[in-house]
């Protein structure tokens, strides 16, 4: 096992996300430090000195892009390298990550393998010593039910909320709810979950028959969920 003294700081609005690598990587004895926003990931950055970054692109608000162009400019964490989580791994994603400073990008659904690799190559074999290990498909689908279930564990909260924000006509509420969910169905591989959420989070909400809309298709979502747990 190696030395608590190795850090990493994960930057990602998905719940789901935070707490599946942080367990993963404390399996490890590495301690890890989380934050749901990028202005966040700096201040932590800046006063932890971490010795990697895993950090998401698409965040409301202060997003990844905006965190690497800040960093960049730090004297004290400018070095730190960056992996960049994104659900969309488009050439063009890719290129305007690389461009901002990642180092590496890593595509939703997480593969531990990928993650292992990635962090070994950027702070050293010996970390892990996992060049000569296989992984096989049982451990890719414990890692997968592993983010299942923290998913679900989160979902009444999340369920709530959506309930909430459509009793009360919050759009901001429904919208950050959703842009959750949908960050979190990329990473447990399910597509039509982030379909779903995709659609409800790009509806222009702007008249009853829009909320009634809404309402349609959370339900809908609700359903996919529960096949989840079934």
């Known amino acids: 096992m190696i030395s608590n003294k190795i ?56 997003d990844g892009i905006k965190m690497l162009k800040v960093k960049n400019v730090l004297k004290d964490i400018k070095d730190i390298p960056v992996i960049v989580i994104s659900a969309n791994t488009a050439r ?13 990008v890593v595509s939703k659904p997480l593969q531990k393998k990928q993650i292992l690799e990635y962090t ?19 451990d890719k689908s414990k890692m997968k039910q592993d983010l299942i279930k923290i998913f679900l564990n989160t979902f009444t909260e999340k369920r ?9 006509k ?35 909400i702007q008249s009853a028959t829009d909320w009634v809309f809404v309402e349609f298709k959370c339900n809908e979502l609700y359903q996919e969920v529960f096949k989840l747990s079934s």
């Open 7 to 62: 850090k990493i700081l994960i930057v990602d609005d998905s719940d789901v996300v935070l707490k599946s690598l942080k367990s993963f990587f404390e399996e490890y004895e590495i301690e890890v430090l989380t934050c749901a926003d990028g202005l966040e990931g700096i201040r932590i950055a800046a006063e932890d000195k971490p010795d990697l970054i895993f950090l998401d692109l698409m965040m409301p608000d202060f």
């Open 92 to 104: 063009r994603n890719v290129l305007a990550a690389i461009d901002a400073g990642a180092i590496k």
């Open 120 to 138: 070994a190559e950027l702070l050293g074999e010996d970390i892990f010593k996992i060049k000569s290990r296989l992984f096989s498909d049982e």
């Open 160 to 168: 709530n909320n959506i309930k909430n924000a459509i009793k009360s």
């Open 170 to 204: 919050n759009e901001e509420l429904l919208k950050s709810v959703i842009h959750d969910i949908r960050g979190a169905g990329d990473t447990i591989g399910n597509p039509k979950i982030t379909e779903i959420a995709a659609e409800i989070e790009e509806k222009e």
